[in-house]
């Protein structure tokens, strides 16, 4: 493990820009490379005690000083950059510890812990850029980072991220995306705060669109906000038929008991209707339109992290 730089940088570092998204900073480090910059990617590989992001957490520095992403709540992330620059000017990737056990006696975490970042100088772009490609394709991956011969190499996704030997695996998901449907005053305000959260939206409207099974797969949710049963049928049924990490319906417990009564009608197993969250969201007493959008959102949120971590 290397002891901290034994001079400063050539370079002050500072945000190209904010964004704690993953994938935002794994395009950087592949823009950053095209271009012809030198570039890194820092890991948070190891935690000690409290962490402010999780295990996996990246952030890629760019050659010129510029970076993005966060491995804390923003108290180190200078830090690392410093640390990053000075690796790419020694073509050496580095672990470095910061918080609990680390040199740096003037930089603490305000959470008590300690975290260790593995810093990776980038001498190719391949890894990153078959990440990117798979993530819009939308298929889970891992993206492997072997310590010993400092490679990145795109695997299957393990269980959860972590140290397995001497290389480190942390998993991508594609974006949540989430299918919506109705025409209602519920649906539209679901639908803004879903855009500018940055979610994926596919929109239907009874009678107009027709639900397509491939837009659903296991980073899909399906959220049906409509006042008649008979209109979210399509879109309910092609949902039942794929493997969506959420389905959720709008309704009262008498109005959901109906539900499960047309879908036995039409032959949907208990398995199946048990599925389908109704009341949908995460408190089931909003009774306006904002309310409902957030209560929706936030139980997307859980429901996800619980599934995926």
């Not at 290397?2 to 704690?20: H, V």
């Not at 402010?52 to 957490?57: K, N, P």
């Not at 970076?67 to 000017?89: K, M, N, P």
């Not at 480190?168 to 449907?181: A, E, G, H, K, N």
Request: aromatic letters at 6%; proline letters at 5%.
């Amino acid at each position: 493990m290397d002891s901290p730089a034994s001079r400063l940088p050539l370079l002050a570092p500072e945000p190209a820009f904010i964004s704690d998204d993953p994938v935002a900073a794994l395009q950087f480090a592949a823009d950053s490379f095209a271009a012809g910059q030198g570039a890194a990617i820092a890991t948070l590989v190891e935690i000690r005690g409290g962490s402010a992001r999780a295990l996996g957490a990246i952030m890629t520095i760019r050659a010129d000083g510029r970076y993005c992403g966060f491995l804390s709540g923003g108290c180190i992330e200078a830090a690392v950059a410093s640390e990053a620059l000075d690796a790419i000017d020694k073509g050496r990737d580095r672990q470095v510890l910061f918080g609990d056990g680390s040199p740096f006696f003037d930089i603490t975490l305000p959470c008590g812990g300690g975290i260790t970042v593995a810093i990776h100088v980038l001498r190719d772009a391949n890894a990153v850029r078959g990440m990117l490609e798979r993530l819009r394709t939308r298929i889970p991956s891992g993206l492997r980072y072997d310590s010993n011969i400092e490679t990145l190499s795109v695997v299957a996704p393990p269980a959860r991220n972590g140290w397995q030997d001497n290389a480190f695996t942390t998993i991508y998901r594609p974006t949540m995306r989430i299918v919506l449907s109705g025409r209602t005053i519920e649906a539209d305000m679901t639908a803004r705060l879903a855009e500018a959260a940055g979610y994926e939206l596919k929109r239907y409207y009874a009678g107009q669109t027709q639900p397509d099974a491939t837009h659903i797969d296991a980073d899909t949710a399906v959220v049906l906000l409509h006042h008649d049963i008979d209109l979210e049928l399509p879109v309910l049924e092609a949902a039942l038929l794929a493997t969506p990490f959420y389905i959720g319906a709008l309704g009262s417990k008498r109005t959901h008991e109906r539900r499960m009564l047309r879908l036995r009608e039409r032959g949907h197993s208990e398995t199946d209707i048990a599925r389908i969250k109704s009341p949908i969201g995460l408190f089931n007493r909003a009774r306006d339109a904002r309310s409902l959008a957030l209560s929706v959102l936030a139980d997307l949120a859980a429901s996800r992290l619980d599934r995926f971590g």
